[in-house]
């Protein structure tokens, strides 16, 4: 009996160590190819991050630096950079390189050179990259959205840093100054607790940041308790304009003359004149108009009094500074009829005319200035101050109305994106 047992005991033994061996074996060997697929699978990654990843390093375009000069700056050899110049050349003139923009040179992640990429402006890329033993070049378009945002902000020193401090560039107030230019001196006017709102169009990067400005639609500026607004239409020919809520363009013209009734000029702008009193020759750098003492003298356009009194040979003179950089003087007045500081409207009567200072008779001397440089008024374009044409005035108030719906108020988040469903609407109605 102990020997059949003994044998079952030792044929069992044996089958479970063989059953243990085998076992240890079948993972051995599971193991064994799970490492090899995961060492394979590194590989693979391995061998994607050189052939795919690419490694951009970036910088700004400095002033007369060549291409080819700007490339080796990157490490790039003398000969490679000279077939990239050629490559792009075709499609791209280098000789348009600016200063400011962005060059980028990407490389894998050994060293090899990848691609070059050029920022021509907000819309495109000059874009080189190897192709066999060459390179290839393209011009390729950035994707960009257009979209209609609000914003709105508070004036505590300058309307720059009233814009800025909305989270914008200082551009849109350059605009917002262009805009409102013919009613405001934005050096002078603007008061803190001054307001402004701007309905305005940007184009949208897909990273989500701001390529460019684009229209503004709408604009609102509240200066000292008193509103200014504007909303974008076109004029009777065709070109985007700027108008009051009441159809006015907001480009108001100068008038023709500094008087209200027609007068002889009795001399003209001049860089070499002779003076009937000095009896010598010098510039005049105004015009002269003759008229009966006593003759009212109208502003030619809104601005505020820097001067009003007796200067030399000037006589009593009134000096205006206007919008947009421009200053008029009146000569040789009888009587002044505005003081110093005193804002005054297009048209209305500052002086009388005399003969005052160095005059012969009695006239208006007549000059005026734009940024330190006297201009030949009868030979200066005035600009345009048309109205909205009646046959436009139903499609003006439904552009307008549209556009000031989406005004932003202030206490609403800066730079609100408007409803998707109303840009496309906006952009169509305001051409």
């Given at each position: 009996?102990?020997?059949?047992?003994?044998?079952?005991?030792?044929?069992?033994?044996?089958?479970?160590?063989?059953?243990?061996?085998?076992?240890?074996?079948?993972?051995?060997?599971?193991?064994?190819?799970?490492?090899?697929?995961?060492a394979?699978?590194?590989?693979?990654?391995?061998?994607?991050?050189?052939d795919?990843?690419?490694?951009?390093?970036?910088r700004?375009?400095?002033?007369?630096?060549?291409f080819?000069?700007?490339?080796q700056?990157?490490?790039?050899?003398?000969?490679?950079?000279?077939?990239?110049?050629?490559?792009?050349?075709?499609?791209?003139d280098?000789?348009?390189?600016?200063?400011?923009?962005?060059?980028?040179?990407?490389?894998?992640?050994l060293?090899?050179?990848?691609?070059v990429?050029?920022?021509?402006?907000?819309?495109r890329?000059?874009?080189?990259?190897?192709s066999?033993?060459?390179?290839?070049?393209?011009?390729?378009?950035?994707?960009?959205?257009?979209?209609?945002?609000?914003?709105?902000?508070?004036?505590?020193?300058s309307?720059?840093?009233?814009?800025?401090?909305?989270?914008?560039?200082?551009?849109?107030?350059?605009?917002?100054?262009?805009?409102?230019?013919?009613?405001?001196?934005?050096?002078?006017?603007?008061?803190?607790?001054?307001?402004?709102?701007?309905?305005?169009?940007?184009?949208?990067?897909?990273?989500?940041?701001?390529?460019?400005?684009?229209?503004?639609?709408?604009?609102?500026?509240?200066?000292?308790?008193?509103?200014?607004?504007?909303?974008?239409?076109?004029?009777?020919?065709?070109n985007p304009?700027?108008?009051?809520?009441?159809g006015?363009?907001?480009?108001?013209?100068?008038?023709?003359?500094?008087?209200?009734?027609a007068?002889?000029?009795?001399?003209?702008?001049?860089?070499?004149?002779?003076?009937?009193?000095?009896?010598?020759?010098?510039?005049?750098?105004?015009?002269?108009?003759?008229?009966?003492?006593?003759?009212?003298?109208?502003?030619?356009?809104?601005g505020?009094?820097t001067?009003?009194?007796?200067?030399?040979?000037?006589?009593?003179?009134?000096?205006?500074?206007?919008?947009?950089?421009?200053t008029?003087?009146?000569?040789?007045?009888?009587?002044i009829?505005?003081?110093?500081?005193?804002?005054?409207?297009?048209?209305q009567?500052i002086?009388?005319?005399?003969?005052?200072?160095?005059?012969?008779?009695?006239?208006?001397d007549?000059?005026?200035?734009?940024?330190?440089?006297?201009?030949?008024?009868?030979?200066?374009?005035?600009?345009?101050?048309?109205?909205?044409?009646?046959?436009?005035?139903?499609e003006?108030?439904?552009?307008?109305?549209?556009?000031?719906?989406?005004?932003?108020?202030?206490?609403?988040?800066?730079?609100?994106?408007?409803?998707?469903?109303?840009?496309?609407?906006?952009?169509?109605?305001?051409?």
């Amino acid at each position: 009996m102990k020997t059949p047992l003994r044998i079952a005991f030792w044929v069992a033994f044996l089958t479970a160590a063989a059953a243990c061996v085998g076992a240890s074996y079948s993972a051995r060997r599971s193991a064994e190819g799970q490492i090899f697929v995961q060492a394979s699978n590194a590989r693979q990654d391995a061998r994607k991050i050189q052939d795919q990843l690419v490694l951009f390093t970036q910088r700004i375009v400095p002033a007369r630096l060549p291409f080819q000069s700007l490339l080796q700056s990157f490490g790039i050899s003398a000969g490679t950079a000279a077939r990239l110049s050629a490559a792009a050349q075709p499609v791209f003139d280098l000789r348009h390189l600016r200063a400011g923009n962005r060059l980028s040179v990407g490389r894998s992640v050994l060293g090899d050179l990848r691609a070059v990429k050029y920022q021509i402006d907000v819309d495109r890329v000059l874009f080189i990259t190897p192709s066999g033993s060459d390179f290839h070049s393209e011009i390729q378009t950035i994707p960009s959205q257009m979209q209609t945002v609000s914003v709105g902000g508070k004036i505590h020193g300058s309307l720059f840093e009233g814009v800025v401090d909305a989270g914008e560039k200082p551009e849109l107030a350059i605009r917002l100054a262009e805009i409102f230019g013919w009613d405001l001196d934005f050096y002078t006017d603007p008061r803190p607790g001054d307001t402004f709102r701007v309905v305005v169009e940007k184009k949208m990067l897909a990273n989500g940041s701001m390529a460019s400005y684009g229209r503004i639609l709408a604009a609102q500026y509240d200066n000292n308790g008193r509103a200014y607004r504007a909303v974008l239409f076109h004029d009777p020919s065709g070109n985007p304009a700027y108008y009051t809520l009441d159809g006015k363009s907001m480009k108001k013209a100068f008038l023709h003359s500094p008087l209200k009734f027609a007068a002889v000029i009795t001399s003209h702008f001049s860089e070499h004149r002779f003076h009937p009193i000095l009896k010598e020759y010098r510039p005049h750098l105004g015009i002269d108009y003759a008229a009966p003492t006593g003759t009212p003298v109208q502003t030619i356009g809104d601005g505020r009094v820097t001067f009003a009194g007796r200067k030399g040979g000037a006589g009593n003179l009134v000096e205006i500074q206007h919008t947009n950089g421009y200053t008029t003087y009146y000569m040789h007045l009888s009587r002044i009829l505005v003081h110093s500081g005193e804002r005054v409207q297009q048209g209305q009567q500052i002086g009388l005319v005399g003969m005052t200072g160095l005059a012969t008779g009695p006239h208006l001397d007549f000059r005026i200035q734009r940024r330190g440089e006297f201009l030949n008024f009868e030979r200066l374009p005035l600009p345009p101050s048309q109205p909205v044409a009646k046959r436009d005035w139903d499609e003006f108030a439904a552009a307008r109305d549209h556009a000031l719906a989406f005004m932003p108020q202030l206490a609403a988040p800066r730079g609100a994106t408007l409803a998707k469903n109303a840009a496309p609407t906006a952009a169509r109605a305001l051409p």
